[in-house]
């Protein structure tokens, strides 16, 4: 069996039962991809150990250590799943999956994302990051939502691995909500459209639309819709709200994960002891 077929196996076997994001199954495909050029799409029982790491030496020269690790995890489920079909493959348990490497997210303070606010050329644009900064949400969570989804400041939405949860915003995206759905003239049920098409933004729109709003408030730091959660996951910290919390609001299956805006703690606690420690 080819690489590439083993993924497609794996993909339309495996991922579309357990109803996996379009975000989970495109960075599939590109491992595939990958994986396939990288050794000619050779068949997946030929793929040995060494083969294996001439490719993460490879990808370790262009990607982040947390990509490649992430891409190595792909490649072991694949050929665990291969195994488990009975295809005779390269044991998974001799491909190693690196540690994960310590991350520190880039976050906007609450006076950039309102001068950010401020600075965006229209309502849509005010609305999409002032929605994006309260709710916390992921981009594709956000791009999937709907018109009428919104009620009481209340929304629900389904994230990584089809998890429902409770999401919330705030009175200023509230307000800039009813005027935004006011001025709308279309039918669609999107809840943000493109001024074009009248259609669903895209992820690029909504990624485009943030990097501009950026730029027109003079915010030099690289802002991405992923920027606007890790600002909503670290206000909530520096205000003292709960991780357990946070980690419930952001979707996270793992409180390890919501661990990584630690250093807002850290930082308080500094604070902190410059404030009341005495010599």
């Known amino acids: 069996m080819l690489i590439s077929e083993a993924f497609n196996m794996y993909k339309n076997d495996y991922m579309r039962m357990r109803r996996q994001s379009p975000r989970t199954e495109e960075t599939h495909d590109y491992v595939s991809k990958n994986l396939s050029a990288f050794f000619k799409n050779k068949t997946i029982e030929s793929l040995t150990i060494e083969d294996i790491r001439r ?9 982040s250590s947390n990509t490649v690790r992430g891409y190595i995890i792909k490649l072991r489920r694949v ?3 291969c195994q488990s079909r009975g295809i005779a493959v390269v044991d998974v348990d001799l491909v190693p999956v690196p540690q994960r490497a310590d991350a520190n997210p880039t976050f906007l303070t609450e006076e950039e994302v309102s001068r950010m606010i401020s600075s965006a050329p229209n309502l849509r644009a005010k609305f999409v990051i002032s929605l994006l ?4 949400i992921r ?4 791009t999937s939502l709907n018109r009428d989804q919104i009620y009481q400041r209340k929304f629900t939405v389904t994230g990584k691995g089809g998890k429902v949860r409770l999401c919330f915003i705030d009175s200023r995206t509230e307000k800039l909500m009813e005027q935004y759905l006011e001025a709308r003239k279309d039918r669609s049920n999107a809840l943000v459209v493109s001024f074009q098409s009248q259609e669903r933004m895209t992820r690029t729109n909504v990624e485009l639309l943030v990097k501009n709003a950026a730029r027109r408030a003079g915010i030099v730091k690289h802002v991405t819709p992923h920027t606007l959660r890790h600002s909503y996951a670290t206000n909530f910290l520096r205000n003292n709200g709960n991780m357990r919390y946070l980690s419930a609001m952001m979707g ?6 919501t661990m990584m805006y630690a250093h807002v703690v850290d930082n308080d606690l500094e604070e902190q002891y410059k404030k009341y420690h005495s010599t």
């Open 133 to 136: 900064y309260s709710s916390g």
């Open 55 to 63: 490719w993460v030496e490879c990808i370790n020269k262009t990607r």
């Open 139 to 142: 981009l594709a969570e956000f």
């Open 79 to 81: 050929l665990a799943y």
């Open 252 to 257: 996270h299956r793992s409180l390890d994960t």
